[in-house]
Structure formats: structure tokens, C-alpha cells
T-cell receptor, first 117, second 111 residues
């Protein structure tokens, strides 16, 4: 398996532009997570999906952020309009969650580094 | 909100030295994980601890979960330059699907 695949790896855009980040989870995994990492705030959970359904989006900063998972093999995180404070590395991670109290092991993608000028 | 505090934030040591990184919370976790992240990459899982008081060893790394399942430590013996990276602890509550990460400890091992 190629692991969790994210694109683009790097994006530089201007304030006000729409940004779409993409993620292909590991085949067979049933949970998908979007995290944002900055020096100031560390790794923050934005939203996660179980079986393609959004379960917890309490970490999404504001309405400018939206995430979708139309099928088990694809997810997008969209920022519209983008602002300089959105600059960060965005990680997608997937896991196979068994639905019990067992630990959930995340496999992360390499991240998408976003710079908003 | 479950919060995890890691200490120290930054550690710079010489090759061969020992070190301990701490992860503390006021919340109880059903499990706790340690990840290591290198520049330009995503975090990679090192270990998962589930039982209070559990100790796991991974070569020169020793991980311990507190008896009350609120804290954990990572001890590295005879650190090597290859150990350099960002070490993150992550806790899961309830049914374990949602992981909350600490801010991380940046470790630099000089040769």
C-alpha cells in the first residue's frame, strides 16, 4: 500500500483565493482525520469521518473551512476564502477503527504545506 | 476538552546521553500513543499503551503509562543522532477514535 496520499504537497496562494486539499486514505481504513499543524498551536484536529460520515467537526476554525468525504477513498478540505492565518501544514490521517475502546492507530500522510500571502 | 502537556518543549543533548520526555494531563485516557515526526513528513506511530502502569520497550526507548492513565513518559537510553525529531504524545478517550495531541518535544541529538 502506498500509504495515505495527500496533494498538493505545497501550495502558495493569495489571500481570498479558494484552496482545496486532497487526501486518499489507506484502502480498507474506515476513519479519516484532518489535522492542522503550526508552530504556535501544534497539531490540531479539524474534523474526522467514520465510514464517510463526519462525526466531529468541532475543530473546524470557522465557516470558511469545509470538508467532504464522498466515498471511502477520497476526501477534500476546502478553505474559501483563504487568509494568511490559515498558513500551516495540513495533515490527513486514516485508521481502521474497531468501534470498541481499543486504541486507534493513525497513519498520516506527508502533509500539504499551505502558504497564504 | 482533554489537554496534554508535554515537557520539555525542546531538548538538545550529546550522543550517548539519556533523556526522558513527559506527557501529562488532568484527564483519564483509554489509551495513549507516542509518535515521532521528522521534517517534511507526517507523524509515525512508535507505541501504544493501554493499561495503567504499563511499560513497553522498543530497543533503546522505554514507554510508561501512569497508573491512573493520565500521564506517560518516554525514556531514551544512549541517544543517537538518528533519534532527532519531534516527539508527540496523543491521548484517546472513550471509544478511542478521537486522538488529542500534545504540543510535542523537539529533540536534537548532537554527534
Amino acid at each position: 500500500d502506498a500509504g495515505v496520499i495527500q496533494s498538493p504537497r505545497h501550495e502558495v496562494t493569495e489571500m481570498g483565493q479558494e484552496v482545496t486539499l486532497r487526501c486518499k486514505p489507506i484502502s480498507g481504513h474506515n476513519s479519516l482525520f484532518w489535522y492542522r499543524q503550526t508552530m504556535m498551536r501544534g497539531l490540531e484536529l479539524l474534523i474526522y469521518f467514520n465510514n464517510n460520515v463526519p462525526i466531529d467537526d468541532s475543530g473546524m476554525p470557522e465557516d470558511r473551512f469545509s470538508a467532504k468525504m464522498p466515498n471511502a477513498s477520497f476526501s477534500t478540505l476546502k478553505i474559501q476564502p483563504s487568509e494568511p492565518r490559515d498558513s500551516a501544514v495540513y495533515f490527513c490521517a486514516s485508521s481502521l477503527h474497531r468501534g470498541d475502546t481499543g486504541a486507534n492507530v493513525l497513519t498520516f500522510g506527508a502533509g500539504s504545506r499551505l502558504t497564504v500571502l | 476538552t482533554q489537554l496534554l502537556e508535554q515537557s520539555p518543549q525542546f531538548l538538545s543533548i550529546q550522543e550517548g546521553e539519556n533523556l526522558t520526555v513527559y506527557c501529562n494531563s488532568s484527564s483519564v485516557f483509554s489509551s495513549l500513543q507516542w509518535y515521532r515526526q521528522e521534517p517534511g513528513e507526517g507523524p509515525v506511530l512508535l507505541v501504544t499503551v493501554v493499561t495503567g502502569g504499563e511499560v513497553k520497550k522498543l530497543k533503546r526507548l522505554t514507554f510508561q503509562f501512569g497508573d491512573a492513565r493520565k500521564d506517560s513518559s518516554l525514556h531514551i537510553t544512549a541517544a543517537q543522532p538518528g533519534d532527532t525529531g519531534l516527539y508527540l504524545c496523543a491521548g484517546a478517550g472513550g471509544y478511542g477514535n478521537k486522538l488529542v495531541f500534545g504540543a510535542g518535544t523537539i529533540l536534537r541529538v548532537k554527534s
